[in-house]
């Protein structure tokens, strides 16, 4: 059967470069892009949909005989706390618009994405497990929390087919995340090769689960192909890449940049960096589906220069 898939959220950090993957995989004319506006020098299907509009989403879904949905479309963790129920608003709706077209539709499968956001202070910080009790500090994890229980709810109820993953923080040279938590992490490296002396707005220690673009990427559509019998989560996996302090960073790129320089002036997003977990315990996503990450501090480090300069 031909897959044809639609991406919403496709101009963001993760969904610019999971849509020239999906591209690569299903080939060009099966994948249609979504967002809120076209994304310069784009090639390939793109409708514009603002993902809190049923009706436009259906339209499309119906207009191109989509059969997958991958929902990428949200506002982070940072920007999120500063319209706390336009967030909610929208991460939900959104995910409940695309929830229902499936449903009603008929699409065999949806990717969700989650996120390490879920976490919240009462859970030990070193290789948080799976099954946490969930008591997020933001609106953004409050909103990953009820996704995760209503795509396992489609899945019972209904049977659909929706996987999802808790991301760490996702660092690619390919694209700028959009107000999040982790974004120094791509940030930094940006400063670094222009020879810009970086201030950071976490503290020198603090900790977080983080991920290489490649490996988010690969994680996404291995989880995708993973025989149905073989997930065992149906509310979101966690998935390790690497885990690293500013500090951590910082010299790892002053190896290659001897001169970079770094202040640290920790804001409102420190305080919700505190709250989420320092290294992530994945291994129900080895289990059911073999996930391995390829990327460390230092390689992910090497590749991220070369691919910038
Ligand atoms: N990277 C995201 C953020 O910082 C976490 O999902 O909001």
New binding site residues.
Partial sequence: MQEKILITGAGGQLGSVLTMKLQEKFGVDHVIATDLYPKVGFSGHFETLDATDYQKLESIVIKYSITQIYHLAAI???NGEKTPVKTWDLNMKTLINVLEVSRIQGLNKVFYPS???VFGANAPKDNTSQDQFLLPSTV?GMSKVAGENWVNYYYTKYGLDVRSLR????IGYETL?G?????YAVDIFHKAIHNKPFQCFLSASAQLPMIYMEDAIRATLELMETPKQNITIRSSYNIAGMSFTPNQLFLMIRKTYPKFTITYHPDFRQEIADTWPNSIDDSFAVRDWSWSPKYDLESMTESMIKNLK
């Fill in positions: 982070l963790s940072a996120s390490i956001a953004y991301y760490p923080g996702v995340p107000g999040g938590t982790t974004d």
